[in-house]
């Protein structure tokens, strides 16, 4: 299907399924954090920090044959994983950092800045140690420890407080939930979100469950997206269309999402 922002997942074998066909305008390669730290409660990168990184570097090189603004994270380590913090996250992140700057500098990397969870002056000092020891390069820098906070005024202050520490980056938040959306976008360049499946709460009381009900999702969360302002009137267009000749839509999804879009 046709969406014109796209993440992808270097731990998802299936990743490069979404790639093909030009389906996107601009794409973030992130570096499977959730996946590894959180559902595989892993300590490190399956085969070691420095595979990891040329992991994501392979993967960036593929898909920029396919879509011309790739971004590629940087590995790095959460701390906000209630059943699996990684200890000495931040230290170790910039060693991945230096790692991945100095082997593959052609690679545009997303560089992302770890912290502790919930500590607006833990990534600070993170930006500090990025800026003292030279590795905050390119235009585009991640905050990360944002996954699971569910406090609004936490990723509020946090992206305004990011803002001011580096007015000239483009800067991107992790799994920012909904309701902090309008909080922290004049702040922010982007956000990445699974929110769509949870769309269908508003029609069935409870998350996207089949296929059917994840189109009426994906339709609604278009909705949404253009009514704030977020998706241009041609993506969204585009991208209502794309899912509707892809999928066979039943009279069932009709009735979830209210009327013929």
């Not at 993440?7 to 490069?16: D, E, G, K, Q």
């Not at 100095?102 to 930006?127: C, E, F, H, M, T």
Request: proline letters at 4%; a positive charge; glycine letters at 6%.
């Amino acid at each position: 299907m046709y969406y014109p922002f796209m993440i992808l997942s270097a731990a998802n074998r299936f990743t490069l399924d979404y790639v093909y066909g030009g389906a996107s305008r601009i794409a973030i390669i992130d570096s499977g954090v959730h996946k590894l730290f959180h559902m595989d409660a892993r300590g490190e990168y399956p085969g070691g920090y420095r595979y990891w990184v040329d992991r994501l570097a392979n993967l960036w090189y593929h898909v920029s044959k396919f879509i011309d603004e790739i971004y590629a994270v940087v590995p790095d380590y959460p701390s906000d994983y209630k059943n699996n913090p990684i200890p000495e996250n931040v230290e170790r992140t910039l060693r991945n950092i230096e790692y991945a700057l100095s082997k593959y500098s052609d690679v545009r990397w997303l560089i992302p800045i770890q912290g502790q969870a919930n500590s607006v002056s833990s990534v600070v000092k993170s930006i500090r140690l990025l800026r003292e020891r030279g590795l905050l390069r390119g235009d585009y820098i991640a905050i990360a420890p944002t996954c699971v906070s569910r406090s609004v005024e936490f990723l509020k202050q946090l992206a305004m407080v990011a803002r001011s520490h580096l007015p000239s980056y483009k800067l991107h938040m992790f799994g920012v939930i909904r309701k902090a959306w309008s909080a922290v976008e004049k702040c922010l360049y982007s956000v990445d979100s699974i929110v769509y499946s949870f769309y269908c709460r508003e029609v069935t009381g409870r998350k996207c469950t089949d296929l059917e009900e994840h189109i009426a999702g994906w339709v609604l969360f278009l909705r949404d997206l253009k009514s704030r302002g977020y998706l241009s009137q041609e993506d969204y267009e585009a991208s209502l269309n794309s899912a509707l000749r892809r999928y066979s839509v039943s009279n069932a999804v009709l009735r979830l999402i209210g009327s013929k879009p």
